[in-house]
């Protein structure tokens, strides 16, 4: 069987459920609003009544999308009592309902079309979300090659601080380093437009993954414009992925599970050729 392409992979996330109907109805519905782009996909209709569980689960998709770093400890404990057992694969099923249509969005931005976008779902309620996301789209996405390492490791820290990922800050990427990646680069993301040490590439780049961060239904033409003007096709669809890809932290984040793995400074990482993370 042959590996599915990336387009695949985000039909078949489109086509998760949290394994709640009416609970996957809500999040999506809630993530389009909150993000002003049309919701994925919906298993059916919102129900004629909310309960106080839909309700807590509703607040807690829509502070996800709209800033997830505003999540706090009362509302991080309403939203895992109200989910029970089910609440990482519910905190997944947001993160795709959040994620997916800011992808469509960039994606037409660049006029690259809506990967993964099928008239007719076929609603899949047995593969866990969680394995299709985590072991599947987001290693698959990390084996694409089209980027050079700084470009990637460069968009990667800027959605880390974006979502203050504490433990996605404090790593840094072997192969990134070794391709000419360093400290004093990095710390020049912050205020990336007046940075020396970052080519015109990488601001293009950097103002794309902060479109699609933080207005996503709103891309500005010049935002587009540049990052067509230095990548390729296939560059740019890595670009938008590897966005998602590295959103993926705004799950942890969200449960409070992003503690990094030093107590001080930077640990290094490489990712292998399966796409997985290495530690040194």
């Not at 799950?251 to 040194?280: H, K």
């Amino acid at each position: 069987m042959s590996e599915p392409t990336p387009s695949e992979r985000l039909a078949g996330l489109v086509a998760s459920s949290s394994g709640d109907s009416n609970a996957d109805t809500l999040i999506r519905l809630t993530c389009g609003r909150a993000l002003a782009l049309p919701a994925l996909p919906t298993p059916g209709d919102l129900a004629d009544e909310r309960t106080k569980e839909l309700s807590v689960l509703a607040a807690f998709a829509e502070q996800f999308s709209v800033d997830v770093t505003n999540i706090g400890d009362n509302q991080r404990t309403r939203f895992l009592a109200a989910a029970g057992d089910n609440a990482f694969r519910v905190a997944v099923a947001i993160f795709i309902a959040d994620f997916v249509p800011r992808v469509w969005a960039g994606c037409e931005a660049l006029d690259l079309g809506h990967p993964g976008r099928t008239a007719d779902v076929q609603w899949d309620r047995d593969t866990d979300p969680i394995d299709a996301l985590l072991n599947g789209f987001v290693p698959a996405v990390a084996r694409l090659s089209k980027l050079d390492p700084v470009t990637t490791e460069i968009v990667r820290l800027r959605g880390a601080a974006a979502h203050h990922c504490r433990l996605c800050q404090s790593l840094r990427e072997v192969h990134a380093l070794d391709a000419g990646g360093s400290e004093d680069m990095y710390r020049q993301i912050a205020d990336f437009e007046s940075a020396d040490d970052l080519s015109d590439a990488h601001k293009a780049a950097l103002r794309y993954v902060d479109a699609l961060i933080w207005t996503p239904s709103q891309i500005d033409p010049s935002v587009a414009a540049g990052v067509r003007k230095h990548f390729s096709g296939k560059q740019m669809i890595e670009l938008t992925l590897d966005v998602m890809r590295n959103a993926a932290n705004k799950i942890a984040v969200s449960l409070a599970a992003d503690e990094p793995r030093v107590a001080e400074g930077t640990e290094r990482y490489e990712v292998d050729e399966a796409g997985q993370t290495i530690f040194a």
